[in-house]
């Protein structure tokens, strides 16, 4: 079984509408990223949140980690063909010495 | 530094073949980490390396598969006799210690035929 689990799996919309997409876990960690990774590229750090509670913005980007530190939501503002990619969040349990990739969520902003 | 430098970028190799690939991570960062990742998947880790001691190991990495960084700098990760299951993209990350935060490379994208 995955231990992060990301939905929706798979996201068209057109460009200008909102979107949230979500992490979870039964597992707490002690950080969390979102990483957007496009094709044949390796996946690109946008954001790490290490209190339960936190909030991260970057420009139209919205990032919020659970308060028991077991979920996470990325929430996109007025989405641009731009935005499209994969985008992956990972969690780090405890000190340990990697993170735990969720199973992706693919998004397609449609001009 | 251009960041993290992986070659080849594609590989393609028959069945029983053995393939490397090489990664160069920043220079300032002493952890390096190999993952695998398969077409609509996440990556999964495979390796870590905190300068030259390779510190843990998936159970993903059967014994077809080493890895090693002899200096602390560059690692290389090999893939003895070739499967189709061993197609996919691998992926290598370096970090500085306790950062929050991985620089992956483009990736080597393997091809078994």
């Known amino acids: 079984t995955q231990l992060l689990e990301q939905s929706p799996q798979f996201l068209s919309i057109q460009e200008g509408e909102n979107l949230t997409v979500y992490c979870n876990s039964s597992?707490?960690?002690?950080?969390l990223q979102w990483y957007r990774q496009e094709p044949g590229e390796g996946p690109v750090l946008l954001v790490t949140?290490?209190?339960?509670?936190e909030v991260k913005k970057l420009k139209r980007l919205t990032f919020q980690f659970g308060d028991a530190r077991k979920d996470s939501s990325l929430h996109i503002t007025a989405a641009q063909p731009g935005d499209t990619g994969l985008y992956l969040c990972?969690?780090?349990?405890?000190?340990?010495?990697?993170?735990?990739f969720g199973t992706g969520t693919s998004l397609t902003v449609i001009p | 530094d251009t960041g993290v430098s992986q070659n080849p970028r594609h590989k393609i190799t028959k069945r029983g073949q053995n393939v490397t690939f090489r990664c160069d991570p920043i220079?300032?960062?002493?952890?390096l980490y190999w993952y695998r990742q398969t077409l609509g998947q996440g990556p999964e880790f495979l390796t870590y390396?905190?300068?030259?001691?390779?510190?843990?190991k998936s159970r993903l990495l059967s014994d077809r598969f080493s890895a090693e960084r002899p200096k602390g700098s560059f690692s290389t990760l090999e893939i003895q006799r070739t499967e189709q299951g061993d197609s996919a993209m691998y992926l290598c990350?370096?970090?500085?210690?306790?950062?929050?935060?991985?620089?992956f490379g483009s990736g080597t994208r393997l091809t078994v035929v």
């Open positions: 990350a370096s970090s500085f210690r306790d950062n929050h935060g991985y620089t």
């Open positions: 597992s707490v960690f002690s950080s």
């Open positions: 949140v290490v209190t339960g509670g």
């Open positions: 990972a969690g780090e349990l405890g000190t340990g010495n990697q993170f735990y």
């Open positions: 220079s300032e960062h002493n952890r």
């Open positions: 390396f905190q300068n030259e001691a390779q510190l843990e």
